[in-house]
């Protein structure tokens, strides 16, 4: 191809229309819209948080009852398993209870000794007074056979040694009557009660409370449910197994007592207050949205309940925002199951008091 001329290429640029200038207003128009935007943006977003508190420090909470036995022995029977639903009074499990019945056994064998014991006490030959009378006849025969010596002594038809004779069988007598009288009550000693057992034999009575010792013992050995709720730990729960006295080995976790214990930071508590409404979300069933109530606000932050509480007297203390523990209480039934230690969000709200 053959090149332009030039002389045309100069008049074609010479008759093309000249290109309009730039106008640099749009620049800083994007530049000032960005900026605003965002700080619109945070406006809205901070004044969306206004009135309401939050924290993902929370964690489902609910009541939990160690049991155990109030008797030792072998576990023959278990009713339960970890996970069991039940329901209060329901048997969790049965211990032997033939030890217990021999004790029963035992105790009306210990009952009936001390009643035949009452019997032999009452025919006691102490309580009919008849020793007593005959030593007062002996008293009064052993007198007048000391007066006789005594007249026949004052005429000289009696010598001393008869005299001291009859005088010591007087004292004799009078001994013997004293002796009697003390066996007879001692007798009645026997047969007495107390103040604590009016009108029983204290040998029958305390007889009597070892079968009921006995009795309480062998009912205790069926275990039941002290509340309603669901079974957990229950490892040890095994037919076969000894159990011993009052050592715990089941949990029982109480369902309707389930509560939510938020961990809210001080500087969240100056609006914070008793009834105000408030929201749970769980990390488990993230469509699940539970209604509540600030129950309580904690006595002291978890640092002052911890076990070795922290030591702020130091020389390189640093300050560090406490957690104070919240009680919410759950408002209506949760459709999914909610179990302790889950993980959860609360917020509060404490626009308006949390009023609805």
């Known amino acids: 191809m053959a090149e332009a001329d030039p002389a045309l290429a100069r008049h074609a640029a010479s008759v093309a229309p000249a290109a309009p200038a730039r106008r640099p207003w749009g620049r800083w128009a994007l530049m000032l819209i960005v900026p605003l935007a965002l700080v619109a943006g945070a406006l809205v977003y901070w004044q969306s948080l206004a009135g309401m508190v939050s924290t993902d420090n929370a964690y489902i909470k609910q009541d939990m009852v160690s049991v155990s036995a109030e008797v030792g022995g072998r576990i023959i029977d278990v009713m339960v398993a970890d996970g069991s639903q039940v329901a209060a009074g329901d048997l969790l499990f049965r211990i032997d209870a033939e030890p217990f019945r021999l004790q029963i056994a035992e105790a009306n064998a210990a009952i009936a000794s001390a009643q035949a014991n009452v019997i032999a006490l009452s025919n006691a030959p102490e309580l009919t007074g008849t020793d007593i009378e005959a030593a007062r006849s002996d008293v009064a025969f052993a007198q007048a056979r000391f007066e006789r010596v005594r007249a026949l002594r004052e ?148 640092a002052e309940f911890s076990v070795l509480p922290a030591q702020n007297a130091t020389g390189n203390w640093v300050k560090v925002t406490q957690r104070v523990p919240v009680r919410i209480t759950l408002e209506g039934t949760s459709l999914r199951r909610l179990i302790a230690g889950l993980s959860s969000e609360v917020t509060v709200f404490t626009a308006n008091n949390g009023q609805d």
Do not use: C, H
């Not at 002796?179 to 000693?189: I, K, L, S, V």
């Not at 040998?203 to 062998?218: G, I, K, Y």
């Open 155 to 302: 005429k000289g038809f009696s010598t001393k040694a008869d005299y001291e004779a009859a005088e010591q069988a007087v004292v004799q007598a009078r001994e013997a009557v004293q002796q009697a009288e003390d066996r007879q009550r001692a007798a009645r000693a026997r047969l007495a009660t107390g103040a604590a057992v009016p009108g029983v034999n204290p040998q029958v009575a305390a007889a009597e409370a070892q079968r009921a010792s006995a009795a309480l013992s062998l009912r205790r050995t069926e275990v039941r449910s002290p509340a309603a709720g669901r079974i957990a730990q229950a490892d040890r729960l095994q037919v076969g197994q000894q159990v011993v006295p009052n050592l715990p080995v089941l949990t029982l976790v109480r369902s309707a007592s389930t509560y939510v214990e938020a961990n809210f930071k001080e500087t969240d508590l100056a609006e914070m207050a008793v009834g105000q409404r408030a929201e749970i979300r769980f990390d488990a069933y993230p469509d699940l949205v539970l209604k509540g109530r600030v129950a309580s606000i904690g006595a002291g932050t978890g």
